[in-house]
């Protein structure tokens, strides 16, 4: 009854701290933060997830006002973040790390009342999540490298056919468009908007920068060529047949990874198919052993 009274105390105790805090600092209604994301077409799931989120957006859009990143960091991050599709500043992305992790820390205060072998779990989980966040970035950078990786010999295979007819970069990338894979889709609407509205050598190369990919570079610098009026399909069809090669290479070293994985689980099978018949002719043996002497 005790850690009962205790528990609703320290809940009444935190919403009136929150609601406090939140009126120091000016902080907009869940409500209210509610519309303006449905304003501006945000879609969420969910409305409890939707006013959540609005919540951590708006402790974060605080915090992200004292966070300490020199220059360098902030450079880098905003390219990371660029790269993988996020879109918010530098300050906010660790804001936000910070926030969603001390979400997970305000657990400690229910498993210290009720049961407190568990503070350690809670901290443990709470560190695994900042690590996940952390990299979370890099993580989805590396996932959408290697979908477009894995395009890339199609994607090269068109342009050697189609620098036959034309040198036209720019109608030959939107002739491509229907038949693209999601990621590089999303990409190439980017450069081919880069390139209608600016200089085509700026949007190529920022658009090899973006993806970060070796191969990427050197479809760029075929598309340069062309855009310069020089005829690159010579140099589209030997890098065609280097990426086929490169591709071969990839599946043969996954095939031989695989090999081992599979020999495990026939081993496996052969043991338990070696037991079973061993059992049998044991039961057998037992059965018969009277006649036998």
């Not at 969910?46 to 902030?74: C, H, M």
Request: aromatic share 10%; with cysteine.
């Amino acid at each position: 009854m005790v850690y009962f009274l205790s528990l609703i105390a320290a809940g009444f105790f935190g919403i009136g701290s929150y609601l406090f805090l939140a009126h120091f600092a000016k902080l907009p209604t869940i409500a209210h933060s509610r519309s303006v994301m449905t304003a501006i077409k945000w879609t969420p799931i969910s409305r409890q997830e939707n006013g959540f989120t609005a919540l951590i957006s708006l402790i974060a859009d605080k915090i992200a006002l004292i966070v300490p990143l020199d220059k360098y960091k902030k450079r880098m991050l905003q390219v990371t973040l660029d790269s993988s599709g996020i879109t918010c500043s530098p300050e906010k992305y660790v804001a936000l790390i910070w926030v969603k992790t001390a979400m997970v820390m305000l657990l400690i205060i229910p498993a210290a009342l009720f049961a407190p072998i568990l503070v350690p779990v809670v901290i443990i989980c709470a560190g695994l999540y900042y690590y996940k966040e952390r990299f979370q970035a890099s993580k989805k950078i590396q996932l959408r490298q290697e979908d477009i990786g894995k395009e890339l010999v199609r994607f090269t295979n068109f342009l050697a056919q189609q620098f036959k007819q034309t040198t036209d970069v720019y109608t030959i990338l939107q002739s491509y468009m229907p038949t693209a894979r999601p990621t590089l889709k999303e990409e190439l609407t980017i450069l081919l908007a880069d390139m209608g509205s600016g200089s085509s050598h700026t949007a190529l190369r920022r658009f090899e920068s973006k993806i970060n990919i070796q191969q990427i570079s050197q479809i760029v610098r075929g598309l340069v060529m062309a855009v310069d009026g020089n005829q690159p399909q010579q140099y589209f069809s030997i890098l065609y047949q280097n990426f086929t090669e490169q591709e071969r290479q990839r599946l043969r070293i996954e095939a031989q990874k695989r090999p081992p994985k599979v020999g495990k689980y026939c081993a496996a099978i052969l043991v338990c198919f070696i037991a079973t018949y061993l059992v049998i002719i044991g039961m057998e043996i037992l059965k018969n052993i009277q006649n036998i002497f």
